[in-house]
Every structure is written in structure tokens, then in C-alpha cells.
């Protein structure tokens, strides 16, 4: 499994991406449902990773889970830097998530274009 590093985000999105609309939308549905466990599925984490994605609030989790979902079904780009060192003693963490683009969908052809766009950042604080 490929570490959370920009590196294997774009290993785990082209193996997405790759998949058939029904297969993707499967995997959308588990990310939304359970965020946790789709990334401890998809990434080989840290432990300090997987207690900071699990200490967050559920309904952080379900934003997450949410945002993340939406970028996939549209196959859109995740842009993920790589993380900050945060040696002992940690510092605080701040974790932004920001999304954009445009996607419409025809009524007349059932179908949907666009994309959104996820660009993760963090910070210490």
C-alpha cells in the first residue's frame, strides 16, 4: 500500500480513476460512509496518522468523507502537499480542505461534466 505522501495519493487516485463509473461510485459510497477506514484500507499510515483522522469529530470525519467523495465522482484533481514535520513535542495541527470547480448536469443527456478540484494544505500552529 502506498504512503500518505503526494506520491501515493496520485498512485490511489489513478487506480480510481481507472475503474469503471460503477466501481468508482462504489468506492465513494465507502468513503463516504466511513472515512477512517476507506484511508486505513487505501494508505499505509502512521499511528499518529490513523489517531489523528479517528480523534477527529464524527461529523469532521463526514465532512472529510464527503469532500473527498464528491472529488472522486467528478475524477477530479487532489492536490496534496506533503506534510509538515511535527516532531515531539507536537504542535497544533490546522488541516484545510478547499474545493472548487464546476460541474453541470443535462437533464437531456443524464449526464453530468465538470469537475471538482481538492486541494488539501496544512499548517502548524
Excluded: C
Excluded at 23 to 37: F, G, R
Excluded at 55 to 81: D, E, M, N
Amino acid at each position: 500500500m502506498p504512503k500518505l505522501t503526494p506520491e501515493g495519493v496520485g498512485e490511489v487516485s489513478a487506480s480510481l480513476y481507472s475503474m469503471t463509473d460503477a466501481e468508482l461510485i462504489a468506492q465513494t459510497d465507502q468513503v463516504a460512509s466511513d472515512y477512517v477506514s476507506w484511508m486505513t484500507s487505501r494508505f499505509e499510515l502512521t499511528a499518529a496518522q490513523i489517531e489523528y483522522l479517528a480523534s477527529a469529530p464524527h461529523k469532521v470525519q463526514k465532512l472529510w468523507g464527503y469532500a473527498l467523495a464528491s472529488t472522486l465522482i467528478t475524477r477530479g484533481p487532489i492536490v496534496f502537499p506533503a506534510l509538515p514535520s511535527n516532531p515531539e513535542p507536537r504542535r497544533a495541527k490546522e488541516l484545510r480542505q478547499n474545493l472548487f470547480g464546476n460541474v453541470s448536469y443535462d437533464d437531456d443527456s443524464k449526464e453530468m461534466d465538470g469537475a471538482i478540484q481538492m486541494t488539501i494544505s496544512s499548517r502548524l500552529l
